[in-house]
């Protein structure tokens, strides 16, 4: 550091720059204090010295500022900016991967927007997510709210909720496989025994595929939701609870005028991303039907991964996947602009 | 139900949040009633675990059994264990046990995941500490898009990386799993940025004072400090990287470079009816993880309810 450090006393305000012992000791222990603040009072008070060094300074922090940054940007460009432009490009282009490539406007969203399975696949993952959010969030608010009430038993019940969370998609699907078969199933044999007759087979039965993907998901994704809801709770000071127990109010009142208010942050921030996850679902349905998944039971990503992958249809791929980002940008936007009516920051 | 007024009475520290009363739980009808609903809900989460353990040492005719049960017949040393051995001979497609099947993708996921992790909590950390205390150019600008980047679908870019790995020559190597990640974790700079926020410049500044540079002031002062977001960053990248099947099953075509989740997927497809062999490879790839889990569970599941709370 060979600025010349600008005497500006945390107390006193601005003082002389001159530079004898004293001033020097001073300016020594204020050099730390150069943050921002300094910096810009700097720029406004100190003459063209000052004026030098703080340039010098520019200069250092640029060149350790991107030195930090260095491969952290690197990867932002070449791994995510530069593919992103790619398949916006791609999504007007007719390719193969390898030979001939032609832009052809907008062929592949006419293509797309033609398409009667893609349209049908389109419906499936609304369906999927229509069902699959508020099961998820409902449920898992509930379970949050009791397991806060169990005191020593709460970290063996957490483990059972979260395990599915820490296991592959892949080693869940496989036993869901099994537990949805209706011939081997003792899913299937426990609902007959509480006595529905004739239990659907999930998987080849065109209503029940998407509810039965609902079901494995909401299993294996309840435990994430579980703890984040119960470290929104935890963050509500019991103070309010107590006062409004003093004041009379009734856990309904307590739960609508404290509790849900208060998790609104949570609430929204769970309701992005799991809406995000829930437009992408694919593994399960990979793992259960591989490549020849009935038109009933394929989402878009599904589409996205065959009509790019197997087909090598990269163009229609891109323009199917760059729908889907739009769709959860709109989606996003809205409910960040919703947020504004229901979501309370005490901050 | 006791009211809030009478927890007071309790220590702060065994204080449950809301005061809900460790002591006086037992008293309480509706508690029990609670930890009833609780113990139920837990088993019936538990379930479909329990019966991918059980079924993988169950012999092949027992799966057909009406109804069907969760303990197969006899004692534990009746069961059928060689239902593993077979479940490795039958992935190993005629290669030595030890060199291709389950134990090559163990393998491969293991180092995959290793270096991922390692790389990303360097590269992520360097990063955070750029957006968090050095005022460089532009760095409003980079973060609004690493930000933004957190909503692309990773369907979107998979495709163009596709056709670049292709260029490279990085198809159906374990390079297009690799790398990527460990340059680009937008989650994990943000993770990490909102923690080297809280640390307080001053410490920083004594540092400075006494001639540390930048650098010593991030390897032995920022990095010490970050440690237990680094645990849960570190937590989070091994799992879904261990996890990972999207990228694996686009990237991957030989079944030497596979990954566990592929193998276990591959076992599936090439040995649809038998159940019990699908159960043990099952169980082989979520063991290690739910062992891990059971043990490191506090800091998994406190690291996610801070990053939670941070982000």
Redesign the interface.
Known sequence: MTERPQADGEVVGVQPAAADAVTETLAVANKAKADLKLQQRVEQTAGETHRRALRKRRMRDNLHGYAFMAPQLVGLLAFMIGPLVFAIILAFMKWDGFGNRTFIGFGNFETVFQNEQYRKSALNTLWFTALQVPSLMVSAFLFALLLQRTGPMKNVYRTAFFAPQVTATVAVSVVWLWLLNPEISPLTAGLRKLGWAAPPDWLNDPTFVIPAVVLVSVWQGLGYQVVMFMAGLENVPSSMYEAASIDGASEVQKMFRITLPLISPTILFLSITSIIGSFQVFDYIYVFFDTTAPAYGRTIVYEIVQVAFREFNFGVGAALALLLFIALLLLTGLQLIAQKKWVFYTE | ?S???E??TESAVDQ???????GR?FRNPA?WI??V???V???F??L??L??LF?SVKPLDE??Q???K?LPQGMPWHWKWSNYTDAFDQASAGGAWWSSGFPLAFWNSFYIATLVTLGTL???S??A???AR????G?GF?FM??LA?M??????????????M?QLKWVDTHLPLI??P?????FG?FLLRQYVRGIP??LE??A??DGAS?FRI?TQMILPLLKSPMVALGIFTF?GQ??N??YP??FLNSSDKFT???V??QF??AYSSN?TG??A???L??LP??I???FA??Q??EG???S??K?
Do not use: C, D
Request: glycine content about 4%; charged content about 10%; aromatic content about 14%.
């Open positions: 139900m009211t809030a007024v927890t007071r449950p949040v809301r005061g809900h009363r460790i739980s508690l609670i930890q609903l609780m113990a809900a837990s088993i989460m538990a479909p675990f019966w991918m079924s799966i057909f009406q109804p069907p969760l360097l590269t992520s360097m990063a500490y750029a957006f050095i005022r460089f150019f760095r980079w898009l690493f980047t909503m692309v679908p990773a369907q979107l870019t998979i495709i163009p990386l596709f056709i670049i292709g790398v990527p460990i340059l680009f974790n937008a700079v410049v001053e500044e004594a400075q004072i930048r991030f799992l261990w996890n099947f999207f099953l686009i566990l989740p592929l276990v997927n599936k497809g159940w699908i159960m490879a099952a169980t790839s979520a993880l739910l891990v889990f059971i569970q506090r998994i599941v996610i309810a801070l939670g709370s982000t």
